[in-house]
């Protein structure tokens, strides 16, 4: 079986291989200077990059279809360009707050004027 990279879950040992034949390739260009090796490089650089974005579109459909949402969201986590970062919001006396805490305080108080309990005793009769 083909080891598998440790960084991208859609690289497999098999792609590793004709990563490491590409090199091979442009090691020989680098020695020979010809103008056919250079272009059997190029050839299969292009190859090689079809691969890759095969592999890495198979691989976003099985993580897509999984049922497990775990590994979408650390799918989309690890694509994210920038960090995440915690909003700002403004309390009750107009003063902005970036602390997770407290951004989470007052949410949690505008959904519970928002979203509040019914009785139970009127559920009862």
Known sequence: MFKRSSSKSSINGGILNLVR??????RAFKRTGTETNYNAHRAFSNHLSTV?????????????EDKDTINLFKHIR???SGSVKTVKVK????MVNDNSYTVADIFADSFAKVFTLEPLSRMLN
Not at 21 to 26: E, H, T, V
């Open 52 to 64: 890759i974005r095969e592999a890495r579109l198979v691989n976003e459909k099985c993580i897509a």
């Open 78 to 80: 690890t694509t994210l």
């Open 21 to 26: 034949k590409k090199k091979a390739l442009w």
């Open 91 to 94: 309390d009750a006396a107009g």
